[in-house]
């Protein structure tokens, strides 16, 4: 079993940054992906971001070139530096983690609990 924990998520304002966390301990050496996803009130939960073993990361259109994410093998943690937040960036985030390739949402063996992240207008 791998268990996930997240941190970094707050208040922050409009064109601010925020750096979330994600801790895994357990099995991690059996993960190949590690990611985060998000969801918002009332909207289905969404990739924001993944880090795939040899392929490398992937992420939504809508935060292409604001948001990084990075991964260190060493302390089997994740990450997910967040730049020029929006007001549409407001959700819970979810740092998830697969022992194959797999992206979606419905596919990753693992989840966190979530950390929340408001941006305001």
């Known amino acids: 079993q791998v268990q996930l924990v997240e941190s970094g998520g707050g208040l922050v304002q409009a064109g601010g940054s925020l750096r979330l966390s994600c801790a895994a301990s357990?099995?991690?050496?059996?993960?190949?992906?590690m990611g985060w996803y998000r969801q918002a009130p009332g909207k289905q939960r969404e990739l924001v971001a993944v880090i795939r073993s040899i392929v490398g990361a992937k992420y939504a259109d809508s935060v292409k070139g604001r948001f990084t994410i990075s991964r260190d093998n060493d302390k089997n943690a994740a990450y997910l530096q967040m730049n020029s937040l929006k007001p549409e960036d407001t959700a819970v985030y979810y740092c998830?983690?697969?022992?194959?390739?797999?992206?979606?949402?419905?596919?990753?063996?693992?989840w966190g609990k979530g950390t929340l992240v408001t941006v305001s207008s």
């Open positions: 998830a983690a697969d022992r194959g390739l797999r992206v979606g949402p419905g596919d990753m063996d693992y």
């Open positions: 357990g099995s991690s050496f059996r993960i190949r992906t």
